[in-house]
């Protein structure tokens, strides 16, 4: 009993001479002797008793960042600023937090507070009229041809059926991004896209084949607004200009007569097209510790029909390790009064420090549908049931990086045919395409 009265006064009397200056000693002693492991559980009382100082979060914000806790480092980085002052090996510190957790609109507005020295030696290359410099290119390959080019069109009344066959595609983009300030970031893309395509009309099994290509110049511009730590605000627009080629067969009442070849009730007709589509969006995101909330939504018009989109996104740090974590989208999609559901989901993880990679799969009905703030853009006339792939990013230095990705799409496209001028049927026919990027990312 008098042991444990004594070892009871003993602890109280210890809790008495805790003060700011006697934790200011200790944390200093064991930063001094990188003794990191130990100083966060002291820190961490410390801060339960009440004591709260720049020093203390500043210190323990270095023992988290050393024992790579990135997460728990920011708020004590973060507090020690708004309790204390700008101190420059905070804010390098606060930086390099932001930059190993994806919050880039941080990690901008961060590194401009940064003494002009600090900034030349963190970043020597930094250009005041471009931050990165990116750009890929790609290809699409469609079985469609090998897989619905013998198809009888016209049906066994032989009377008329038509379809259009996607052949392999080419992708090109090439971007940049400005800072002129430190909170808002800007993003101008252009990507060019296009097309083979043959048209087959088949009557009175006569097939005949139109071969053109579509093609697509696409202009993206975002804002990155950082509107208060961790919030972004990021309007963006897309405008895609399109061109090509229409063959059609029109039935020719002039010509029908019972001595006429059922050949001849049609005339084919070609004819060029250039139209405008665009798609205006908006994200809002929200950091909050190992969570990133955020709400989206766009207006469009492709293909000649309105659309919008609405949004909720959900991105976590499982883990609470920078290494691995999980991104989810859902969004209802509204396109001539109809409702319809698209989920995506990705997951990207790290190996060692120079590569990531990213599987993701979309589901649901992919028709003129947009996504990562609407610069992605499927725009084809076909549906896509589902896609999923792979992304595989390599740093060959920290400030250039290569990047592969493939996707699968399997696609679903419907196609005319006739029994009569009248009796119109539309059949569906499935095709899959196999897309390959190759990208290269530089960041000033």
């Known amino acids: 009993m008098l042991t444990l009265l004594m070892q009871i006064s003993i602890n109280a009397a210890a809790q008495e001479k805790l003060t700011m200056d006697s934790i200011n000693k200790k944390m200093e002693e064991m930063f001094n002797e990188n003794k ?18 720049f020093f203390l979060r500043a210190r323990l914000g270095i023992a988290y960042y050393m024992t790579k806790k990135y997460f728990e480092a920011i708020p004590n980085f973060e507090k020690s600023l708004e309790i204390g002052y700008d101190n420059p090996t905070v804010l390098e510190y606060l930086y390099y937090c932001y930059l190993y957790t994806g919050r880039e609109a941080d990690k901008s507005f961060t590194f401009s507070n940064l003494p002009k020295s600090l900034r030349k030696r963190i970043k020597p290359l930094e250009n005041s009229l471009i931050d990165n410099l990116h750009s890929e290119v ?85 804002f990155d607004i950082r509107a208060a730590t961790g919030l972004v605000i990021s309007p963006a627009g897309h405008y895609i200009s399109t061109e090509d080629e ?38 809002i995101s929200k950091y909050i510790s ?71 799969a979309t589901v649901g009905k992919i028709n003129n549908y947009n996504e990562h703030n609407g610069f992605r853009v499927y725009n084809s006339s076909d549906l896509i049931k589902y896609k999923l792939g792979l992304e595989m990013k390599y740093y060959i230095t920290p400030n250039f990086r290569a990047n592969f990705i493939y996707s699968f799409q399997n696609r679903q496209k419907n196609y005319e045919t006739y029994a009569s001028s009248a009796n119109q049927m539309l059949k569906e026919l499935n095709y899959q395409v196999n897309n390959f990027v190759f990208g290269i990312n530089y960041d000033f």
Not at 36 to 53: S, V
Request: proline fraction near 2%; aromatic fraction near 20%; glycine fraction near 8%.
């Open 36 to 53: 990191w492991d130990q100083m966060i559980p002291y820190g961490e009382n410390a801060l339960r008793k009440g004591f709260d100082f």
């Open 290 to 360: 190992i969570f990133k909330f955020g709400v989206n939504g766009s207006f469009s018009y492709l293909n000649k029909t309105h659309q919008s989109q609405y949004g909720i996104s959900f991105k976590v740090f499982p883990f609470g390790k920078v290494n691995f974590f999980s991104y989810t989208n859902i969004v209802l999609q509204n396109q001539s009064n109809i409702a319809n559901i698209i989920v995506d989901q990705s997951f990207t993880g790290q190996y060692k420090n120079k590569f990531f990679y990213e599987i993701f």
């Open 246 to 283: 229409s063959v059609s067969a029109n039935y020719d009442s002039s010509s029908n007569s019972q001595t006429d070849s059922v050949k001849y009730y049609y005339t084919i007709s070609e004819q060029e097209n250039l139209y405008n589509s665009f798609v205006l969006s908006l994200d």
């Open 138 to 222: 790609g290809t699409g390959i469609s079985n469609d041809p090998d897989k619905n080019s013998g198809l009888d069109l016209d049906g066994d009344e032989n009377y008329l059926g038509e379809q259009t066959i996607n052949g392999n595609e080419f992708y090109f983009n090439a971007g940049l991004s400005q800072l002129p300030v430190g909170f808002l970031n800007v993003n101008y893309i252009y990507s060019y896209l296009k097309t083979p395509k043959t048209q087959q009309i088949q009557f009175n099994n006569e097939k005949l084949s139109f071969s053109y290509s579509e093609y697509q110049d696409r202009f993206y511009n975002s």
